[in-house]
């Protein structure tokens, strides 16, 4: 996996989700070469991804759509889309939350964002600084075994989507990401906005959407005013 290796999940034993004979994610596919089953993964998952673009995913905003959002992403790949994972994970140095504290933990946040009426009615300043909250809190909990990242993102831009923002990941390069996540961990002091969440988290994936998450809105990531009927 090259300079990235550090940043893949890790588990403390060898994973009830691989195959018995090699360190890969058991798929539908029955993919065993763990660079063949990413290529494949990424190459499903992105037409996933542009299919929500049009379609997105209708529900409550709560558990439930959050997992039916990563069942449409995997489900074609792994049997346990869409499912709480049952084993812990890290990344880094950075644990998520225990299995026994997932579905607690997302039914608090959850409960929270309701009724807060789904940030509704909020002002830029405060609408932004609340999706940031939610997004930081679903990546600290992290309830999938494969696929996090992917599923939180689609989440929070269709709750965007819900208040008249369009956020486009796909203005952001792969590169300008992996800028933003070294200056993150390594230049703190630069952020933007510093969420007392995210210097709790500490947590690359989040601290890189973070640094450029107001960077960009005024380079088109986020176009205000947009309004759609749900």
Avoid at 137 to 164: Q, V
Avoid at 204 to 218: A, D, K
């Amino acid at each position: 996996m090259g300079e990235f290796s550090k940043y893949e999940i890790y588990v403390d034993a060898w994973s009830l989700y691989y195959y018995k004979d090699v360190p890969v994610l058991r798929n539908k596919m029955h993919i065993k070469d763990e660079k063949l089953l990413k290529m494949a993964e990424e190459e499903i998952t992105f037409k996933k991804a542009y299919e929500l673009t049009h379609q997105p995913i209708t529900g409550r905003f709560g558990i439930t759509h959050l997992f039916r959002i990563h069942k449409f992403m995997f489900g074609d790949i792994y049997s346990f889309a869409g499912r709480i994972r049952y084993e812990n994970i890290s990344k880094g140095q950075t644990k998520f939350y225990p299995v026994q504290s997932i579905d607690r933990e997302l039914k608090t946040l959850f409960n929270k964002l309701k009724a807060g009426n789904f940030l509704v009615g909020l002002d830029e300043e405060m609408f932004f600084e609340k999706l940031t909250y939610y997004m930081a809190e679903l990546n600290i909990i992290h309830p999938f075994r494969e696929g996090n990242g992917r599923t939180i993102r689609e989440f929070i831009r269709e709750l965007a989507l819900k208040n008249g923002y369009a956020i486009h990941w796909d203005k952001v390069s792969k590169q300008e990401l992996l800028d933003a996540s070294i200056a993150s961990v390594f230049e703190p002091e630069h952020l933007q906005y510093q969420h007392p969440v995210l210097l709790r988290l500490n947590l690359l994936q989040f601290l890189l959407f973070l640094q450029f998450f107001l960077r960009y809105i005024n380079y088109g990531v986020f176009l205000n005013n947009t309004r759609y009927h749900w």
